[in-house]
């Protein structure tokens, strides 16, 4: 069993490996005052930490209904909501076209009432990103709050907090690995996301491309910039893994 | 635990054998006499996004006329192919929309027979059926109130666009740039973009949501089309005779047929 856990290794590490050994160390200065490569660096860095915000404020009272609420109906939306985690990126980019594009269900009233249309747009690529990675905060948090003790929060009830003062002093904190954890891995994913992104929001440097769709459009014009930007993105995600210490989906 | 090492091997085995191609080539001429084998197996072209129905097409006659042929197709943007075939991607032929990508192939070493310019191509305007934004022409391209889109530079769809733009001094404001010309003509499509520029063959291959606005000759570019075979072809005598097939007068009628111009 444990050569083929090597195996596994290798497969892991040598991709990573290759991109480190093949970096152009040498050019690093120049690259990363490329204007290219700044503004995706910037973009991908604004548009991540929204959509983690967007996932956070939607998220986290989802994964509230989700732990703690019986409906009926729960178990489809618990099943809706991890679904963008499953989907195709790219499935997911022409879902939110046909929802949110100049002729979508919601976009196209949108577009005839008040004239924003949302692709290509920074605000569409936080959207897109927001899509694809709110799930793995819903997820892990739900987890949190399913393994929480709920006999704290049931004493602070007979103490007289309200449910909201509840929630900030008593939940929250015990809540906070799983929300730390759900968080990273939300942001990451964010980060990362390309499929979504191309296709609902587009590509324009300074404006809709975000690192990971300059990795794919530079590979072809300069190799040496994909693969800069592409060990940044390497860099970050194992600083959150590293960060996350073992703490992966399912909280705790 | 023996049971799963065995598992393990035959999972690896089945691995194997889906990646190998090259057994199938041993079909021809078995147990006949000796003779030049008709061509057969399996020949990998990378062509460019634009000759997608161009070459659907010429692969199906291909396949008829040479039945034990298989043709598969590769298609993307010619820059993205040649990346790919620089980088060691096993393919036969290689079809282009432009001279530098071919370029960038041969300066690799990788092009044997070839390249050869089998056909031409104009630009278009694409809009979207009864053309409601009315564009007329490059110059309306520059209109604030129009979403505009455009390949990325590094593709020959955008780099001939660009060229067409520059050479009328009209300043365009793109709305994305998209990683291949079929790309921009689905942005089109889906009403998400007003307008495009594409290539003439792509307005042919689009049915009814998408019409052209045609670009005088004097403001076009000519979009030369090379194809070549490459060194490392799995199946040398296949790719040669796809391309023979390509720039034969059949292959032209197809091309003909797909809104391509001679070369």
Redesign the interface.
Known sequence: MGWLGLVAVGLLLLPLLALVVNTPWGRLGELLTDATVRAALRLSLVTSLAALLLSTLLGVPLAWLLARREFPGKTLLRALAVLPMVLPPVVGGVALLLAFGRRGLVGQPLDALTGITLPFSVAGVVLAETFVAMPFLVVTVEAGLRSLDRRYEDVAATLGASRWLAFRRVTVPLLRPSLAAGMALCWARALGEFGATITFAGNLPGRTQTMPLAVFLELERDADAAILLSLILLAVSVVVLVALRGRYLGGG | ?RR?HLA?VALCALLVSACGGPGRQAVAGAGSSPRPAAPSGVVTVFAAASLTDAFQAAGRRFEQANPGVEVVLNLA?S??L??QIVAGAPADVFASADRAQMDAVANAGLVTGGPTDFARNRLQIAVEAGNPRQVTGLDDLARDDL?V?LA???VPAGEYARAALDAQDIDVS??????DVRAVLA?VA???ADAGIVYASDIAAAGGDVIGVPIPAEQNVAAVYPIATLVDAPNPDVADAFVAFVTSGAGAAVLTDAGFAAP
Do not use: F, H, I
């Open positions: 635990m799963r393990a943007s820059s993205t040649a990346t979403t889109v990325a530079d590094a793109p709305a994305s740039l998209e990683p942005r889906m009403g998400e």
